[in-house]
């Protein structure tokens, strides 16, 4: 962690820098840019160093009840999504054991509901499971406006809206902590919403 914490100060220290030289050359609206960019920058790396932190890929994977992990997700995300006119509803009630890594995989979801937030303009949130043969279908849905075709939501930095506040690698990292429970994330969209799944290990 001491290390992050090194490249933030360096950065930030770059950042006064590049403020001070681009002020003397281009006035106030000059330094407003290089903020805004940096900030950005800043908080990718404060993601990073929190991602490392909690060593969600490192964590081991256990057999887990996927109902526990939800109901936490669930409490953790509903005021938040409250407090931006979205219903968050969970509907997986039943005992689901799954084989996953318990603090990623709420990570991962609480990313996806925090996706929603900034991104579908929508005013509904549900999670859903359904169960195959040796698969767990985790299904995190909203009601918004849709992605883009263009628009690879799982590449590093990717974002509608990439600023102070939006990293652009909250899916990213949600991709690579499912994968690392040898698991799988997809979407589908259209103008309806957007459906994301998390297919798991059955345990």
Sequence with gaps: MKKYRKLIGVSLCLTLSVCFVIGMLFGVDGIAAVRQKTGGVLNGLCEIAEYSRFGYIAEPSAVADLRAICADAFKFMRDDCAANGIVLENRVTDETLVYVKPHGLENAITNIIINAIEHADCTSVVLSVECAKNRIMLEIADNGKGISE??????????????????????????????????????????????????????
Excluded at 171 to 199: A, P
């Design 150 to 203: 263009n628009i690879d939501v799982f590449g590093p930095y990717v974002s509608e809206n990439v600023g102070t506040t939006n990293s652009g690698l909250g899916l990213y990292i949600s991709k690579s902590i499912v994968q690392s429970m040898n698991g799988e994330l997809s979407y589908r969209s259209n103008s309806d919403g957007t459906v994301f799944r998390i297919s798991l290990m059955r345990a």
